[in-house]
């Protein structure tokens, strides 16, 4: 039988799941980056980067790294058997 989700493991789920759409978001944002790049490639037409919405996708990556590493202490530290 699962054992009873503490309180702490409850919150932790409901913040890694707002993280992986946060973070789901990010790729998708990534993917067309690189598609309209390798399309510009193709066609011999210059690179052309939306710089704001790749830092933005670079700091919503670490942010999400930073908010993961700090649940993972956490639950290591939890001593809900």
């Known amino acids: 039988m699962p054992r009873p989700l503490a309180a702490f493991d409850l919150k932790a789920y409901q913040v890694l799941c707002k993280i992986d759409a946060q973070l789901r978001i990010a790729g998708n944002n990534l993917n067309q980056m690189a598609k309209a790049c390798n399309s510009a490639v193709a ?11 790749l830092e933005s996708v670079q700091q919503l990556i670490r942010e999400n790294g930073n908010a993961i590493k700090t649940i993972v202490a956490n639950l290591a530290q939890s001593t809900v058997p």
């Not at 066609?43 to 919405?53: K, S, Y």
């Open 43 to 53: 066609l011999g037409e210059p690179v052309v980067v939306n710089l704001g919405l």
